[in-house]
């Protein structure tokens, strides 16, 4: 009986492969242990650190109570998510301000950049109390003094930065006038920046900002257009008032009226330019039409009142 051929084996071959299939594991047990570290450190470890550091570093900015009910991260895809965000009062119990979400989703290229780069900010729910105890004490005057205080950056030493899509959604600001008794909301703010950079190329692209709002019932609506880290300052805001209740702030006029005034309503539609070139005084132009109607007027501790048509006026 003849016995079959059999081919030789190489028996090199698996001893060569071996060096090259065991440093392919080894690489791929490296990148996923690497993967897992950083999706552990990312969704576990950045949002106590982070929270750590911008309540401290709230705290130490305001001198206030600061705090933050929720924080999340996702390291992958760069979004971040906080809740429940206080200011105190500096009596540490009554809240200051406060909203309810903040959502800010970043950008890779903050990586090649070196600078924070934000594709989206939205701060939903914020609400500040504003008060007016005396007649020129607030109760922001102590974060206010302290801010101005604190040493200046010294020029081109200010941190780069890019954020787009900014909002604000659902503001109220409370504000209670004790001195006068009176209080004043400004409910349903709404603000809109598409952009706001100071890195290279970005210096000399316009800031469109908008704004609006009802002020005690009254509705109003700012629009405009700016370039903040210009030399030159370049700015356009166009201004829309629709029947703002006049008397209730012309007691805050810092001089007295020879009349006083018992009614009015204020329309506006202005457009606003201001430009301040480097060496150069600063230039405004203002026009558009201003309408004051519905108008009563009286002299001081006279109980009658003058009712006067409404009047429109052109600045140029």
Same mark, same amino acid.
């Given at each position: 009986?003849?016995?079959?051929?059999?081919? +030789?084996?190489?028996?090199?071959?698996?001893?060569?492969?071996?060096?090259?299939?065991?440093?392919?594991?080894?690489?791929?047990?490296?990148?996923?242990?690497?993967?897992?570290?950083?999706?552990?450190?990312?969704?576990?470890?950045?949002?106590?650190?982070?929270? =750590?550091?911008?309540?401290?570093?709230?705290?130490? =900015?305001?001198?206030?109570?600061?705090? /933050?009910?929720?924080?999340?991260?996702?390291?992958?895809?760069?979004?971040?998510?906080?809740?429940?965000?206080?200011?105190?009062?500096?009596?540490?119990?009554? !809240?200051?301000?406060?909203? *309810?979400? %903040?959502?800010?989703?970043?950008?890779?290229?903050?990586?090649?950049?070196?600078?924070?780069?934000? @594709?989206?900010?939205?701060? *939903?729910?914020?609400?500040?109390?504003?008060?007016?105890?005396?007649? !020129?004490?607030?109760?922001?005057? *102590?974060? %206010?003094?302290?801010?101005?205080?604190?040493?200046? !950056?010294?020029?081109? =030493?200010?941190?780069?930065?890019?954020?787009?899509?900014?909002?604000?959604?659902?503001?109220?600001?409370?504000?209670?006038?004790? +001195?006068?008794?009176?209080?004043?909301?400004?409910?349903? /703010?709404? /603000?809109?920046?598409?952009?706001?950079?100071?890195?290279?190329?970005?210096? #000399? $692209?316009?800031?469109?900002?908008?704004?609006?709002?009802?002020?005690?019932?009254?509705?109003?609506?700012?629009?405009?257009? !700016?370039?903040?880290?210009?030399?030159?300052?370049?700015?356009?805001?166009?201004?829309? %008032? @629709?029947?703002?209740?006049? +008397?209730?702030?012309?007691?805050?006029?810092?001089?007295?009226?020879?009349?006083?005034? *018992? #009614?009015? =309503?204020? @329309? #506006?539609? %202005?457009?606003?330019?201001?430009?301040?070139?480097?060496?150069?005084?600063?230039?405004?132009?203002?026009?558009?039409?201003?309408?004051?109607?519905?108008?009563?007027?009286?002299?001081?501790? $006279?109980?009658?009142?003058?009712?006067?048509?409404?009047?429109?006026?052109? +600045?140029?």
């Amino acid at each position: 009986m003849v016995a079959p051929c059999r081919r +030789p084996v190489d028996a090199a071959t698996p001893t060569s492969r071996s060096p090259a299939r065991s440093r392919l594991r080894i690489a791929a047990g490296v990148a996923l242990a690497a993967v897992a570290l950083y999706a552990v450190a990312g969704f576990f470890g950045v949002p106590p650190l982070a929270r =750590k550091l911008i309540v401290d570093s709230a705290r130490e =900015k305001l001198g206030r109570v600061v705090s /933050i009910e929720e924080l999340t991260f996702n390291p992958f895809t760069l979004r971040a998510r906080a809740g429940g965000v206080r200011v105190m009062e500096a009596d540490g119990r009554t !809240t200051f301000a406060s909203f *309810d979400h %903040l959502f800010v989703d970043g950008s890779i290229t903050s990586a090649y950049r070196l600078a924070p780069v934000v @594709d989206q900010l939205t701060m *939903d729910g914020l609400k500040v109390s504003l008060v007016r105890d005396s007649a !020129t004490h607030y109760n922001v005057s *102590d974060m %206010l003094a302290r801010l101005a205080a604190a040493p200046a !950056t010294p020029p081109g =030493k200010g941190a780069r930065f890019s954020v787009s899509n900014i909002r604000v959604t659902r503001a109220r600001i409370d504000f209670d006038d004790r +001195p006068k008794g009176a209080k004043h909301v400004v409910s349903d /703010i709404e /603000i809109a920046i598409p952009s706001i950079s100071n890195l290279p190329g970005h210096l #000399a $692209e316009y800031v469109k900002p908008s704004f609006a709002a009802k002020v005690n019932g009254a509705p109003m609506r700012f629009v405009g257009e !700016t370039l903040p880290f210009e030399n030159s300052l370049r700015t356009h805001v166009a201004i829309d %008032l @629709d029947s703002l209740d006049v +008397p209730r702030y012309v007691e805050y006029a810092p001089a007295a009226l020879p009349m006083k005034l *018992d #009614a009015g =309503k204020l @329309d #506006a539609k %202005l457009s606003v330019r201001f430009t301040q070139a480097a060496g150069k005084d600063p230039s405004i132009d203002v026009a558009g039409t201003l309408a004051l109607r519905e108008v009563k007027l009286s002299a001081p501790g $006279e109980g009658g009142s003058v009712q006067a048509g409404g009047r429109r006026s052109s +600045p140029r």
